[in-house]
């Protein structure tokens, strides 16, 4: 039982973002802070922006910012977007026909029950709860303090 | 997020002896209920009857059986011997060095107490919830009323 490397990177992206709030972030500092391609970036924005908890802003001083307030990101929106599937078991899904249980066994509702309760906690925590230590975060993250684009209005 | 095909079948081996009780399980006919190898299903024994959720007689008229009553063994008593790990994202994990917040953010807190709300669900259902209807799941399972193999005391 794991998250994706989507799902791990995602958050690592919001929490960056969070910490350089108010400027736009460049994807080449992003992947420069985490040690990871810029492509491995792009292909995880894609849904973020899609579930707009991303905007990007193109040109030359484009880069990428939070879709709403750090606090109004729960962890939930993010795992939702970037994890694949939440089927626990092969039998959540319609062609598990090959268990000859499928249509008398509890195991398939006791996993929702317990995936439910794992998701009500992920909906507790916001990115703004993971990226509290803000200054630390920027020292960490090598982000300066005049980051190189402004945001654009 | 996923349990491994391990602990699927480790239910079901132990869902199978549960409707089966009193009696030996014998492999071949579990193998063949599920349509799944013997070697595949010997593999999973191996760490159940280690934790002593399971007991094996040998022998001609050998078989396997549940270690303790089905109402005494939780989805969590197997889970937590079947999953390989609950390093829900790398950061759980000793050599995650490679990300510059491991040591100031708070994910790993907020995936510890999520996994923790699911573990305590799974905790709250036995394998004699999932095996309550027994005559059904016999049928099912093709489980004739005059077992093949006795249990020896």
Redesign the interface.
């Known amino acids: 039982?794991?998250?994706?490397r989507q799902?791990?990177y995602a958050?690592?992206i919001l929490?960056y973002c969070a910490a350089n709030e108010g400027r736009l972030s460049r994807i080449p500092e992003v992947a420069a802070?985490?040690?990871v391609s810029e492509l491995f970036l792009f292909k995880i924005l894609q849904p973020l922006v899609e579930a707009k908890l991303v905007e990007t802003v193109r040109g030359r001083n484009g880069g990428v910012r939070l879709g709403r307030p750090a606090d109004q990101i729960s962890?939930f929106d993010v795992v939702r977007v970037t994890?694949e599937?939440?089927?626990?078991?092969?039998?959540f899904e319609n062609d598990a026909a090959?268990?000859?249980?499928i249509d008398?066994?509890?195991?398939n509702s006791?996993?929702r029950?317990?995936?439910n309760?794992?998701?009500?906690?992920?909906m507790k925590?916001s990115i703004a709860?993971?990226a509290?230590?803000r200054t630390?975060?920027r020292a960490?993250?090598?982000i300066s303090e005049i980051a190189p684009a402004r945001v654009a209005n």
Chains 1, 2 share one sequence.
């Open positions: 039982m794991r998250l994706t799902t791990n958050i690592r929490m802070a985490y040690s962890l994890e599937s939440f089927a626990m078991a092969e039998c090959d268990c000859p249980l008398s066994c509890n195991l006791a996993l029950e317990a995936l309760a794992f998701m009500t906690v992920l925590h709860d993971l509290r230590d630390n975060m960490l993250l090598n």
